[in-house]
């Protein structure tokens, strides 16, 4: 794919990450989730799954020879930021304990992000 001036982008990188994302995530989740707050972590870490997903063109950037750690920052920078913009309502059905739960499951998904970003990012 390319962008106004013919500048590549890396889809290849972005396709793996979002597949390797997904699969951390789901990884990460608790399978016995017996409380409020493990559901939370849960549904926090699907709620940051999705939202990469549906934000992943901003993302995308022109091939450059910027330094890997510097596009592994710039990538955690972005990711954090969604995340952090990313506002839970209290619903009914929502205990204290959810809600904790949610947000330490956006707190978790950081991680994983960035420990899944330096496997595509790092240098050759």
Do not use: W
Request: with cysteine; aromatic share 10%.
């Amino acid at each position: 794919m390319f962008l106004a001036g013919g500048v590549c982008l890396d889809q290849q990188k972005i396709k793996k990450t979002i597949r390797k994302f997904s699969d951390l995530i789901e990884k990460n989740k608790d399978t016995q989730a017996f409380s409020d707050y493990k559901e939370g972590i849960n549904e926090g870490l699907e709620m940051a799954k999705d939202t990469f997903e549906e934000n992943v063109e901003k993302f995308l950037s022109p091939d450059s020879d910027e330094d890997p750690a510097a596009k592994v920052q710039s990538l955690q920078d972005k990711f954090n930021r969604i995340i952090d913009s990313i506002v839970v309502k209290q619903k009914p059905n929502y205990s204290q304990d959810h809600l904790d739960g949610i947000y330490e499951g956006f707190k978790k998904s950081k991680k994983l992000f960035g420990d899944c970003i330096k496997e595509y990012y790092r240098p050759d």
